[in-house]
């Protein structure tokens, strides 16, 4: 096992995606330890992820992992399903003797196998992560005992990066994709994609409380909270808590997504590693 004990604790941890969509983890992950200083890097020049080949996310999700490294980043977020389904280990092989990395799939594969046996779940993703098979595949390495239906929702991603949740849109394009015999008699349902926080009070009102309406962003944060303790590098109460976000292609969208998260001014830099 990696020993991380030689790390700064006060280093920040690094978190990336394809967009605003990891917004929502590193807003879990800062409100649980809000001492601890992020590093954020949306991946605006490629997004959405879920259309891209497997081997194209792997490329990208290498390139952004040295781009943390090189921030000197104490551990490494994939805040990005499609990201954690096809490249995460790539990274964890590339830099995992190095710093911890966590994905957004196996803090929620593991609590569903644990909370719903001899029950049906549903998972809703891109058309990459549902392709990649990863959620079936996750949760039935542990147990057989859940049924696991997955549907893909490609508009949703594309439509929350344009600003369009809670509202008569995104309810329509809501509807449309959970009212599917799919996801018939399901009492547990996976937001997987980062992005899917922002509709979840939509989602949920679908259901009428009826489905248990998981957000992977607050699993994940624990697991973050979990990992720093085990290996010593959580920050102590002298830390500043430092924000720093980057983008590979500026939006102005994106800096005012990160403020209605933040609550703050962001300081937004363009970080253009592709060049």
Same mark, same amino acid.
């Given at each position: 096992?990696?020993?991380?004990?030689?790390?700064?604790?006060?280093?920040?941890?690094?978190?990336?995606?394809?967009?605003?969509?990891?917004?929502?983890?590193?807003?879990?992950?800062?409100?649980?330890?809000?001492?601890?200083?992020?590093?954020?890097?949306?991946?605006?020049?490629?997004?959405?992820?879920?259309?891209?080949?497997?081997?194209?996310?792997?490329?990208?999700?290498?390139?952004?992992?040295?781009?943390?490294?090189?921030?000197?980043?104490?551990?490494?977020?994939?805040?990005?399903?499609?990201?954690?389904?096809?490249?995460?280990?790539?990274?964890?092989?590339?830099?995992?003797?190095?710093?911890?990395?966590?994905?957004?799939?196996?803090?929620?594969?593991?609590?569903?196998?644990?909370?719903?046996?001899?029950?049906?779940?549903?998972?809703?993703?891109?058309?990459?992560?549902?392709?990649?098979?990863?959620?079936?595949?996750?949760?039935?390495?542990?147990?057989?005992?859940?049924?696991?239906?997955?549907?893909?929702?490609?508009?949703?991603?594309?439509?929350?990066?344009?600003?369009?949740?809670?509202?008569?849109?995104?309810?329509?394009?809501?509807?449309?994709?959970?009212?599917?015999?799919?996801?018939? =008699?399901? +009492? #547990? %349902?996976?937001?997987?994609?980062?992005?899917?926080?922002?509709?979840?009070?939509? *989602? /949920?009102? @679908?259901?009428?409380?009826?489905?248990?309406?998981?957000?992977?962003?607050?699993?994940?944060?624990?697991?973050?909270?979990?990992?720093? =303790?085990? +290996? #010593? %590098?959580?920050?102590?109460?002298?830390?500043?808590?430092?924000?720093?976000?980057? *983008? /590979?292609? @500026?939006?102005?969208?994106?800096?005012?997504?990160?403020?209605?998260?933040?609550?703050?001014?962001?300081?937004?830099?363009?970080?253009?590693?592709?060049?």
């Amino acid at each position: 096992m990696p020993d991380f004990s030689f790390m700064p604790k006060n280093s920040p941890i690094g978190i990336f995606d394809s967009g605003i969509g990891g917004l929502t983890v590193a807003k879990a992950i800062h409100d649980l330890l809000p001492n601890e200083s992020l590093v954020y890097f949306g991946d605006t020049a490629h997004l959405p992820y879920g259309d891209k080949s497997a081997a194209s996310v792997r490329k990208f999700s290498l390139r952004i992992a040295r781009f943390l490294l090189e921030n000197d980043c104490k551990m490494i977020v994939i805040a990005c399903n499609t990201a954690s389904a096809r490249g995460a280990r790539a990274v964890a092989k590339w830099v995992g003797k190095e710093v911890p990395v966590i994905n957004v799939i196996d803090p929620i594969a593991q609590h569903v196998a644990q909370h719903f046996h001899g029950q049906k779940i549903g998972v809703i993703a891109t058309k990459g992560t549902v392709n990649s098979r990863v959620y079936p595949r996750r949760i039935h390495a542990i147990t057989r005992d859940v049924e696991v239906s997955t549907r893909a929702t490609p508009l949703l991603a594309p439509m929350i990066e344009e600003g369009f949740f809670n509202n008569n849109i995104s309810k329509a394009v809501i509807h449309s994709y959970l009212d599917n015999p799919s996801l018939m =008699d399901i +009492k #547990g %349902l996976i937001l997987g994609c980062t992005h899917y926080p922002l509709i979840k009070r939509e *989602v /949920s009102a @679908f259901y009428k409380g009826s489905v248990d309406v998981m957000d992977s962003s607050l699993f994940v944060a624990g697991e973050v909270v979990r990992t720093l =303790d085990e +290996k #010593g %590098l959580r920050c102590q109460s002298d830390c500043e808590g430092k924000l720093s976000f980057y *983008v /590979s292609d @500026f939006t102005d969208s994106f800096r005012q997504s990160a403020g209605l998260f933040f609550g703050e001014r962001i300081d937004l830099q363009e970080a253009r590693i592709w060049d």
